[in-house]
């Protein structure tokens, strides 16, 4: 079912919409609609393929078909006036994602990666002699009975964010959805570490849906950042899924290896390390236990 951008107009805080089948970047047109001038705020770019997508540290985003690929380009005013609070901003768009898709997954722990991905809790059983994964039954006859190894758990990756600062401080918001593409036309090196709604609810969803009540979400999450940030801070942490989880952190030529404390009242993640509490307000995770 493709997008209707008159709903989106008529039901969220988006001034203009535009949708493309096919586009690079939904980040980088968003940013050129901004060099254009662009006056119509917030404008929504949407796009049912990206051929460039791209996420933290220079990643590539990948976007499947039936997902949810889209940018909103903003003013400083919208998300926070106070430079200061822009740091927040990717955690505030992550608890508006968790809150918007947390209901089409009852019963499924969803949460927040530092500093600003979406991930969601499954639990699977790990052959060891294969390394095959989510295998619902086990097949295996030893010694007379089945025998299953352990259920294991880990977090998939449900949704990436990307935020860029304009030079005039107009806010690019760049958000990933998996929703109605599926793990398994993922490349093989993603298969393992990507969730998806349709995969894990079973069913398909009406993107436009999930869309307006994301972006009904991330408005209330604007407001509240604008006016108490330090509870977007709070739910941010509460939500944190890295919580006890020993991380390496990389910024620039710097690596960070600590045990994740949570993420403090202006945003920065709290990591124990042999040298002390240490916070930080940039980095890309390049490994996690």
């Known amino acids: 079912m493709p997008i209707d951008a008159v709903r989106l107009m008529r039901e969220t805080f988006v001034a203009r919409v535009e949708h493309h089948p096919t586009l690079g970047s939904t980040n980088d047109r968003a940013a050129q609609c901004a060099a254009q001038g662009a006056k119509e705020l917030p404008l929504l770019v949407v796009a049912d393929a990206q051929t460039a997508g791209r996420g933290r540290g220079g990643s590539r985003w990948w976007t499947g078909p039936g997902s949810l690929s889209f940018s ?58 294969t390394g095959a994964a989510d295998i619902p039954v086990c097949q295996r006859m030893q010694h007379g009975r089945q025998e299953c190894p352990p259920l294991l758990a880990d977090d998939r990756k449900l949704a990436g964010i990307l935020v860029e600062v304009l030079p005039d401080r107009r806010h690019v918001i760049g958000i990933g959805l998996n929703v109605n593409n599926t793990a398994a036309d993922a490349p093989a090196e993603l298969r393992g570490t990507v969730a998806t709604l349709r995969d894990l609810a079973r069913r398909e969803h009406d993107r436009t849906k999930v869309l307006v009540d994301l972006l009904r979400h991330l408005q209330q999450q604007f407001s509240q950042l604008r006016d108490d940030s330090k509870k977007v801070a709070a739910r941010a942490d509460s939500l944190c899924l890295q919580r006890g989880q020993t991380i390496t952190l990389e910024c620039g030529n710097r690596r960070t290896t600590g045990v994740c404390r949570g993420i403090a009242a202006d945003g920065a993640i709290l990591l124990e390390t042999p040298s002390g509490m240490e916070k930080l307000f940039s980095g890309v995770a390049i490994r996690e236990h």
């Open 72 to 129: 909103l380009l903003v003013d400083a005013q919208t998300v926070a006036a106070d430079a200061d609070r822009s740091p927040l901003v990717a955690l505030a768009v992550a608890v508006a994602v968790v809150d918007a898709v947390a209901t089409l997954l009852p019963g499924r722990q969803v949460g927040i990666h530092w500093p600003n991905d979406v991930h969601v809790r499954v639990s699977h059983r790990q052959y060891p002699e």
